[in-house]
């Protein structure tokens, strides 16, 4: 075998003039990756994209160090000659993978906003003291302002027959939004002293109409 094409590397006889098409697919495949991740972090760390020459080599740097880290052998001539003259196509095919994962991701926030929530908190206590606790979030007016709050739609206790020390709170809201808005109010704390006055311990089942969360 000719060394005229060829120089040893950590004990590895390399071929210096390697052509990029003569990858393994697997290999393409893993470069092609790494590069849209380096050239969306080249976005995110800078604000724009790199579509200058000495922008996208900066890019290229980045990812023939991941090329040398799993060890796959191309000369970086070859890298720099796939990708520097494509890079503005390459860079409309990120610039299209990361709207359209924004647009599903929008999607997927509004579906679970318009969703309604039921959660079942169960508080236990000692010696009747969630029976207790439960009777003056009643007389103390706290249910009822809750009840008025926008997005309730329901606030209401139970007590299971097989546990006389636990109560059952059924709390349902419109939708996410709602019960955020709920959990920043001043209610909250009041809510906590009581808990507090009682020492009664709290259980959270949470669901949403397509089931358990």
């Not at 697919?25 to 050239?39: A, D, F, P, S, V």
């Not at 709390?171 to 939004?177: L, N, R, S, Y």
Request: hydrophobic content about 30%.
């Amino acid at each position: 075998m000719s060394g005229k094409n060829h120089k040893m590397v950590d004990g590895k006889l390399l071929q210096t003039d390697k052509k990029y098409n003569a990858l393994k697919m697997r290999q393409k495949e893993k470069i092609g990756t790494w590069l849209n991740e380096e050239i969306t972090l080249y976005y995110r760390d800078h604000g724009n994209w790199p579509t200058r020459e000495h922008e996208f080599q900066t890019v290229l740097d980045k990812l023939y160090e991941k090329i040398e880290a799993a060890e796959i052998w191309i000369p970086y001539s070859e890298i720099h000659k796939r990708f520097m003259g494509k890079r503005n196509s390459r860079i409309n095919k990120v610039q299209s993978a990361l709207a359209k994962a924004e647009k599903h991701s929008d999607n997927e926030s509004a579906n679970t906003e318009s969703k309604s929530l039921t959660i079942n908190l169960y508080y236990t206590g000692t010696n009747g003291s969630a029976k207790a606790f439960a009777e003056e979030m009643v007389s103390s007016g706290l249910v009822d302002r809750i009840r008025a709050e926008e997005g309730n739609l329901r606030y209401e206790y139970f007590f299971p027959m097989d546990d006389p020390e636990t109560v059952l709170l059924i709390d349902k809201w419109a939708d996410e939004h709602a019960l955020a808005i709920h959990h920043k109010s001043p209610m909250m704390n009041e809510i906590k002293k009581l808990r507090d006055k009682y020492q009664v311990t709290l259980r959270v089942e949470r669901y949403c109409d397509e089931g358990s969360l």
